[in-house]
T-cell receptor, first 113, second 111 residues
Framework: AQRVTQPEKLLSVFKGAPVELKCNYSYSGSPELFWYVQYSRQRLQLLLRHISRESIKGFTADLNKGETSFHLKKPFAQEEDSAMYYCALSPYLSNNAGNMLTFGGGTRLMVKP | NAGVTQTPKFQVLKTGQSMTLQCAQDMNHEYMSWYRQDPGMGLRLIHYSVGAGITDQGEVPNGYNVSRSTTEDFPLRLLSAAPSQTSVYFC??????????FGPGTRLTVT
């Protein structure tokens, strides 16, 4: 069975500081990894996924299969980045992969002015 | 498009009562899921469906039933509510694109 671990429940940084939200996973196959974000009073939404290799709102995440990690990084945090961030894993199944997400416990990011 | 809608937004139940949480989507998505969100535990998959007439259990299915008679609707039924089911419930849908679209959630308290 797959597992996703986010070791930090809360991460507090000052505006302009670098941010790294940690995510480690365990899965025997080839997973798809995602970061979802929930801003205050908004719905949970997809931030980025590793297969697209994009930078969204200045955030990037690299899948490190050797360390089984998918850490989320941003070089300069902004106050509007304050939110709850969830790392999620989906097993690579061609028929229904998008439907079976396993989430980590979440990290609350607070960016102070 | 309204996207994914959930009703009610809030609900208080007494132990042993039953109720149905409603979920609907207007995006013609085949895949729909129910999650519960508890502090420190993230979201855990309760049940999911890969199309009308097809449902399957997720990580924490006990105490919940689902059905999928149409593509649009995916109700979640609590048969006999227990305090351990106090949680925030999210419904989500997806189009086999790995991105799930979430509803606004239902906050359920069981006393």
């Amino acid at each position: 069975a797959q597992r996703v671990t986010q070791p930090e429940k809360l991460l507090s940084v000052f505006k302009g500081a670098p941010v790294e939200l940690k995510c480690n996973y365990s899965y025997s196959g080839s997973p798809e990894l995602f970061w979802y974000v929930q801003y205050s009073r908004q719905r949970l939404q997809l931030l980025l996924r590793h297969i697209s290799r994009e930078s969204i709102k200045g955030f990037t995440a690299d899948l490190n299969k050797g360390e089984t990690s998918f850490h989320l990084k941003k070089p300069f945090a902004q106050e509007e980045d304050s939110a709850m961030y969830y790392c999620a894993l989906s097993p690579y199944l061609s028929n229904n992969a998008g439907n079976m997400l396993t989430f980590g416990g979440g990290t609350r990011l607070m960016v102070k002015p | 498009n309204a996207g994914v809608t959930q009703t009610p937004k809030f609900q208080v139940l007494k132990t042993g009562q039953s109720m149905t949480l409603q979920c609907a989507q207007d995006m013609n998505h085949e895949y729909m899921s129910w999650y519960r969100q508890d502090p420190g535990m993230g979201l855990r998959l309760i049940h999911y469906s890969v199309g009308a007439g097809i449902t399957d259990q997720g990580e924490v299915p006990n105490g919940y039933n689902v059905s999928r008679s149409t593509t649009e609707d995916f109700p979640l039924r609590l048969l006999s509510a227990a305090p351990s089911q106090t949680s925030v419930y999210f419904c989500a849908s997806s189009l086999n694109s790995y991105e799930q679209y979430f509803g606004p959630g239902t906050r359920l308290t069981v006393t």
